[in-house]
């Protein structure tokens, strides 16, 4: 697996981003577009009107969600860019003349960071970060990879004392739980179980149907955010689910399925299809290709071969560790890499 920061990095570095984020209940017709006076940003500002116009920048994802609570395209906007005053007409076209509602304005500092529904629940990665890490210090956990961005949290960490076992011979596999979750609308606050290939550090993010925590961030109307206590009570459900999906039995179920897994047959077509089906690069599919001992040149020219799912799923959360893939892709390959794995095993057929 890839390493990410440190422990105590990401923890300082959340604490000092809390200290300067701030949330406002708002209805819509208090915000108002301007032109951002900075010739290297593209994006415009946001002013609300309740603060004298100050003016807060804009990112490609807060223009997104503006976009949507006022039912306008997102792509047509985005192609106005260069042309500041025509993107400022047309969204404040918009916010006077679409009906008024509240709506949840997440800042820090000076920079938009979200605009989200009234009815958002807030999960702070502070609140999951810090409750995570303590259950998984009184479970004894290792700690493999901790990842923090500004905005989305990712904790994943194995218990070898615990959960281990062998798929074949030789192949040592460690259980264990990845947490995710994201304060500004993007995913939900996610617990899944997790496997740790020791043969080659593969990391790999286990299909939900078998066992996932999932709370949406979506609650009752606030009209102020200092109201909403509803994210302490998630937090609880959480860590319960933590020590649910690290229950020995959920792993043996885990482990009897990649073992399965190397008797399911996949043909190289399914491969290539497979790439297209999840929009991966040429590059990915031809790292996929050479992963499994294959190129994918020669695929090209007629030479069709047979692998298994076992092999497929570990070369694609073994590209997941190159150092030329960024820290989402790398969650998307892990993830894509169980989806591949425990497809149509015992476990997939009783959900």
Not at 94 to 107: A, C, F, G, H, P
Not at 188 to 199: A, M, T
Not at 272 to 299: M, N, P, Q
Not at 324 to 349: H, I, K, S
């Amino acid at each position: 697996m890839k390493k990410g920061s440190t422990i105590k990095t990401m923890l300082e570095t959340i604490k000092w981003d809390n200290e300067y984020n701030f949330d406002y209940i708002l209805p819509l017709s208090s915000l108002h577009v301007s032109e951002n006076v900075d010739e290297n940003i593209i994006y415009p500002n946001l002013d609300i009107k309740r603060n004298l116009h100050v003016p807060y920048k804009m990112t490609d994802h807060s223009l997104g969600q503006l976009c949507h609570k006022l039912e306008i395209g997102t792509s047509y906007i985005r192609k106005c860019l260069p042309f500041p005053e025509l993107v400022e007409k047309n969204l404040n076209h918009w916010i006077e003349n679409t009906k008024d509602r509240n709506l949840m304005v997440r800042l820090n500092r000076q920079t938009v960071r979200a605009i989200l529904s009234d009815r958002y629940k807030r999960i702070d990665n502070e609140l999951v970060a810090v409750k995570t890490l303590d259950m998984l210090a009184k479970m004894k956990a290792e700690i493999k990879y901790c990842s923090y961005n500004g905005n989305q949290l990712e904790v994943t960490a194995t218990l070898p004392e615990k959960l281990k076992g062998e798929v074949k011979e030789g192949d040592l596999v460690t259980g264990g739980v990845t947490i995710t979750n994201c304060e500004i609308g993007t995913s939900s606050l996610k617990v899944q179980p997790f496997v740790y290939r020791l043969v080659c550090t593969n990391g790999m993010v286990v299909p939900e149907y078998l066992g996932t925590f999932l709370a949406k961030h979506v609650g009752k109307k606030l009209d102020t955010p200092d109201a909403d206590e509803q994210g302490t009570i998630v937090i609880e459900r959480m860590l319960e689910q933590m020590k649910a999906l690290t229950d020995p039995k959920v792993f043996e179920d885990i482990l009897g399925d990649m073992r399965y897994a190397q008797s399911q047959h996949v043909q190289s077509s399914e491969i290539v299809k497979l790439a297209k089906t999840y929009s991966l690069s040429d590059w990915e599919r031809a790292e996929i290709f050479a992963r499994i001992d294959k190129y994918y040149g020669t695929y090209q020219y007629g030479d069709v071969f047979t692998t298994d799912r076992y092999a497929l799923g570990n070369a694609i959360t073994n590209l997941a560790n190159d150092e030329e893939v960024t820290a989402d892709r790398t969650r998307f390959l892990q993830e894509l890499g169980g989806t591949v794995m425990f497809w149509n095993t015992p476990n997939y057929a009783r959900n």
